[in-house]
């Protein structure tokens, strides 16, 4: 058996979002070093703040300040920091109910002595970012801290309840957006089926697998038949040649994708190889793009430089396949 191929993927793009009013002010807040929570009409404040009860539904706008300070309420410990969490040090996450809120606030708790020095109801405080933004990671992490110890005039409601600045969240300049980077790393393996089909395309062969059932020839093969719901792994090669059972016109140029950088307008079609029950996707090339048609045979380009994937598929100049040939295959 062929070595069952595996690959690093990346997705990766800027999620933009703009703020409402409540966001907005939590977040100039946190820039300016204020944490603000919003009160529900029962008298709950809810940190981070939101702007529809959550019991109620009711819109909520009524912003109160709390502590830099509070109760760690559950923890759970990160042997492996990722990239792009908020310490590269291993740490825990904890809840954090803040003096003054009545909802826990998901963050970062520093802690050297490892895990076995974190536990529920330990007090905490937040450690400032030097440069902030009007962010979440404005809050570099939590840090233990001892009551007793004076912490400033930002630390000054240890415990004894917030000290409420009606106002005070009323910044200039306020954060009216953010982005936020989203990026998935993984490891895509393509399964048996599939890397058999990989490594056949490297030579310059397209292989399938026919279904031991319906008798039906899958390409590229999944490894099991959709309809029988049965295992295949009879390989069977396919085309090179085909015919194209139906098409678009693509008129908008893919600009983020290097090969994909083709002159619009172009035809992308679906092209049942021969001997393929199954029609797969391709560029076709080599002919003007108001002259493709459902019907037409095709064979593949392969790329300069070695296998791994036709580049497009271009006439073969043979009459046009009988509709009856390809119907069940639209
Ligand atoms: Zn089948």
């Known amino acids: 058996m062929p070595d069952v191929l595996k690959a690093p993927l990346v997705v990766e793009f800027p999620f933009t979002r703009s703020l409402g009013p409540v966001q907005s002010a939590f977040l100039t807040g946190l820039r300016e070093q204020v944490v603000l929570g919003v009160r529900t009409r029962d008298g709950r404040t809810l940190v981070p703040p939101v702007e529809y009860d959550p019991v109620t539904s009711e819109e909520l706008g009524e912003l109160v300040e709390v502590a ?3 109760t760690v309420t559950t923890w759970a410990w990160n042997h492996e920091p990722r990239r792009a969490q908020p310490l590269a040090t291993p740490f825990a996450w904890v809840l954090v109910r803040l003096d003054g809120a009545d909802t826990g606030l998901l963050h970062a708790l520093d802690v050297p002595g490892g895990p076995g020095s974190v536990h529920t109801g330990m007090r905490v405080r ?6 902030r933004s009007g962010a979440i990671t404005d809050i570099a992490c939590f840090e233990p801290y001892d009551p007793a110890e004076p ?8 415990g004894a309840g917030p000290e409420l ?6 910044f200039g300049n306020p954060v009216t957006g953010i982005v936020a980077p989203a990026r998935l790393d993984y490891t895509y393996s393509p399964g048996r089926a599939q890397s058999a089909y990989l490594h056949a ?4 062969r397209v292989v399938g697998e026919r279904c031991p059932s319906c008798r039906k020839v899958y390409v590229p093969p999944r490894g099991a038949c959709p309809t029988c719901g049965v295992a295949t792994s009879e390989r069977v090669e396919v085309g090179p040649r085909g015919t194209v059972t139906t098409y678009c016109v693509v008129n908008i140029k893919a600009t983020h994708t290097a090969n994909l950088d083709i002159e619009v307008p172009y035809v992308y079609a679906h092209i049942a190889l021969d001997g393929a029950d199954l029609a797969l996707h391709g560029r076709i090339g080599g002919i003007p793009y108001d002259q493709v048609r459902m019907g037409l045979r095709v064979e593949p380009v392969w790329p300069r430089d070695g296998g791994g994937h036709p580049d497009h598929y271009r006439p073969t100049g043979e009459p046009d396949a009988d509709y009856e040939t390809y119907k069940e295959l639209l």
């Open 201 to 204: 395309l490297a030579g310059r």
């Open 68 to 70: 830099p300070t509070g």
């Open 151 to 158: 912490t400033g005039p930002k630390g000054s409601h240890d």
């Open 165 to 170: 600045r009606p106002g005070a969240h009323r």
């Open 126 to 131: 937040i450690r400032w970012a030097a440069e």
